[in-house]
């Protein structure tokens, strides 16, 4: 081999492994940002599917509504397998149950539990399910609507409120972000 020879061999590794580095380069660039997007996304999604859940709440004393500034758990309308002999294998329907969110601090997430009447009545809950993934932080706040004043509370009290606050922080580029949403409770007794 002559020297010339040895000299187009590196140039052209050079020139592949400049290449490979600007694509991964560009490619960690998009997959951040989408990230980003898709963290926003599941925040978005996870507020409507709890102020779905919200509407379907009820007042029933057998089980109460409770909740602190990481932790809702209200008695819902929860659509789950039915346990009926009579009816078909996997068949499904609304029954009676329990609805819980919380915020997962290892793992950085927010989970959603669900259960029928016979499990919340026993505290069991079906699998969890993660709704929301890179969140840094979940708070709830609870507002309470009296004859001469109205209330937050970081709990809930001895009655079911008649809204909740919801914040929910994230970190991304662009530093550390947060979504507040506030969820009206339809009152059903």
Known sequence: ????????????????????????????????????????????????KFAQDLRNTFVYTSLPFKGDIRRVDFPAFVWMPSMNSHEREG??????????YSYDDAQKQIIRRQANYSQA?????????????????????YYYLTSSEEVFSEEVLEVMPAGI??????????????????????LKI
């Not at 020139?15 to 660039?29: D, E, I």
């Not at 068949?91 to 819980?100: L, N, P, S």
């Open 1 to 48: 081999m002559t020297f010339i020879e040895i000299m187009l061999v590196v140039a052209l590794i050079g020139m592949v492994s400049l290449a490979l580095y600007k694509s991964f380069a560009n490619g960690l660039r998009v997959w951040q940002k989408s990230r980003e997007l898709i963290v926003e996304e599941d925040i978005l999604i996870f507020f409507d």
């Open 165 to 186: 606050e919801v914040t929910v922080q994230f970190s991304d580029v662009n530093g550390t972000r947060e979504i507040k949403r506030y969820f009206n409770i339809p």
């Open 91 to 100: 068949e499904f329907k609304d029954q009676m149950g329990r609805i819980e």
């Open 121 to 141: 009545m026993n505290g069991a809950y079906e699998m969890p399910q993660t709704v929301a993934r890179f969140i840094d932080s979940l708070h709830f706040r």
